[in-house]
């Protein structure tokens, strides 16, 4: 059901900046960089195996990735794994009673479907699903 | 240098409630789960696909894992990359100027070296390193 960790999210104040651990010391390298406007974040994405890791910063003071780094501080912020359908996931999840941000898949653009739990739900991490094309 | 993500580490309460999300409603499955006394840390392991969810249960008060969980409450600890020659990655970090919590890798049991480096060096996140033979 479930098939590989797609990306771990870490949020940090501003991506520059917060890339250098990553490439300059560590030796990841950047696959690429995208602003998401409607989320107010800036986003890049460093390659490992077969996953991501992918690193969040705000570009305002109101998104939920700046309220929680306002929060919590920069750190890990969620998991995404992929799956191979989603919507037999969510009925899972359903009927196993756990709480859901997204009850239906999100259309994530290029034929991708995301929806995240809610940590309520896990233990406490706000985990993401991917069914990818 | 970095090969793939070893394992996710997440901070729960209690190891058999804590597996329940994990396990019945999501699916996964448990290759292991072992007591580390010397760490007062009770661990399960579920593989997805080449990485781990490592959930970590804390068996006292005092241990740095019970101290974590008290502060931040349960989820994501840290992150585990395997790289092919620890010493290597150790001197490119110090070079660096990284901050570590271990200068020289410690002893992991079968042949698996690891080290940590520490938060204030990576943009808040607790980065764990393997080597395995």
Redesign the interface.
Known sequence: ?????NH?A???PELEE?MG??V?????NVKKTESVPEQQVDIAFLP????NIELLAPTDTESGVAKYLDK????????C??VEDIDT?LD??KT?S?PLIDEEPRDGGHGKKLAFIH?K?????LVELYQLP
């Open positions: 059901m479930i098939t590989k960790i771990i870490i949020v940090i917060g651990f990553w300059n010391a560590l030796g990841l490992v195996g077969e996953s919590r501080g920069p750190g890990l912020h969620h998991i794994l992929e996931v899972r999840l196993a756990v940590p739900g896990t233990g406490g991490v």
